[in-house]
Structures are given as structure tokens and as C-alpha cells.
């Protein structure tokens, strides 16, 4: 192959490659477009439910926890302290127990929902229990910490 050969084939290469980065970004540009939308729409739906719980439970952070996943807010409740009581006294804490503990009080999603979420994303769970904890100390967590 001549030098002008291998120029001219190098340069369609070149342009091809260019139709496919502008291609890609183009499908990347929409993509990001799409998820900032599904963003958007998902902040309201949570921050709707989180303003109905404020009127039904109380205050956000003292009476009940918002915990973000991508499939949604959760909502949890202070837990009953018979259900803290019995999980505190299993002295045992299988995954089983804290499910046991944390399920109670989610007053939303809906048990189904919920069991999507825990069966898509496993590590949830622990933020279940972990937001049922901070719910049933209540503000003597602040007060230790001063």
C-alpha cells in the first residue's frame, strides 16, 4: 500500500470511529437525561410521602425515619418496646431476628414491596434495624454525646 492509501483508509477509520463516539454519546447524553428525570420524579414521590407521615407520625428524625433506596423511600415508625425488648433479650442477632425487629415498623412501602426491595438490595435490612434503633433511643443518643 501506498502512503496515500494507508492516509486515506486511516482517515475513514477515523471518521467511522467518530460516528460511533457521536452515536454513543448521544445515547449517553439521553441516558443521563432519563435518569435525572426518573430522579426528579422519584424526590417528589418521597418527599410527598414523607409530608403525609409528618402529619400522621410526627416529626421526621424523632417519631419515625425516611430511608432512601433507589426503589423508593421507606418509612419507619419507632418501634413498639415489647419488639425492642424481645430483640434486645434474644441476645442473638441472626438476620432472621433483625428482620423480625425491623419489619414492624415500616408502615411503608407495603410487605410485598417491601420483600422486593430486601430481595433486591440484601444490605437494606441493616438500615432498617439501624433506623428502628436510632428511633427507639430517641434524643437521649443527643444528650450522651454532649
Same mark, same amino acid.
Given at each position: 500500500?501506498?502512503?496515500?492509501?494507508?492516509?486515506?483508509?486511516?482517515?475513514?477509520?477515523?471518521?467511522?470511529?467518530?460516528?460511533?463516539?457521536?452515536?454513543?454519546?448521544? &445515547?449517553?447524553?439521553?441516558?443521563?437525561?432519563?435518569?435525572?428525570?426518573?430522579?426528579?420524579?422519584?424526590? %417528589?414521590?418521597?418527599?410527598?410521602? %414523607?409530608?403525609?407521615?409528618?402529619?400522621?407520625?410526627?416529626?421526621?428524625?424523632?417519631?419515625?425515619?425516611?430511608?432512601?433506596?433507589?426503589?423508593?423511600? %421507606? %418509612?419507619? &415508625?419507632?418501634?413498639?418496646?415489647?419488639?425492642?425488648?424481645?430483640?434486645?433479650?434474644?441476645?442473638?442477632?441472626?438476620?432472621?431476628?433483625?428482620?423480625?425487629?425491623?419489619?414492624?415498623?415500616?408502615? $411503608?412501602?407495603?410487605?410485598? &414491596?417491601?420483600?422486593?426491595?430486601?430481595? &433486591?438490595?440484601?444490605?437494606?435490612?441493616?438500615?432498617?434495624?439501624?433506623?428502628? $434503633?436510632?428511633?427507639?433511643?430517641?434524643?437521649?443518643?443527643?444528650?450522651?454525646?454532649?
Amino acid at each position: 500500500m501506498s502512503i496515500q492509501e494507508l492516509e486515506k483508509e486511516l482517515a475513514e477509520l477515523e471518521a467511522k470511529k467518530a460516528e460511533i463516539d457521536a452515536r454513543r454519546a448521544e &445515547k449517553s447524553a439521553e441516558a443521563e437525561l432519563r435518569e435525572k428525570v426518573r430522579a426528579a420524579r422519584r424526590e %417528589i414521590e418521597d418527599a410527598e410521602l %414523607i409530608e403525609k407521615y409528618e402529619g400522621e407520625l410526627g416529626e421526621l428524625g424523632k417519631d419515625f425515619k425516611a430511608i432512601s433506596t433507589d426503589d423508593g423511600v %421507606i %418509612i419507619m &415508625k419507632r418501634p413498639h418496646p415489647a419488639t425492642y425488648k424481645r430483640f434486645r433479650d434474644r441476645g442473638k442477632y441472626t438476620t432472621k431476628d433483625v428482620e423480625e425487629f425491623a419489619r414492624p415498623g415500616v408502615v $411503608h412501602p407495603d410487605a410485598q &414491596k417491601l420483600t422486593d426491595v430486601l430481595n &433486591k438490595y440484601p444490605a437494606v435490612l441493616d438500615l432498617l434495624a439501624d433506623a428502628a $434503633h436510632d428511633l427507639a433511643v430517641g434524643r437521649s443518643r443527643e444528650i450522651a454525646g454532649k
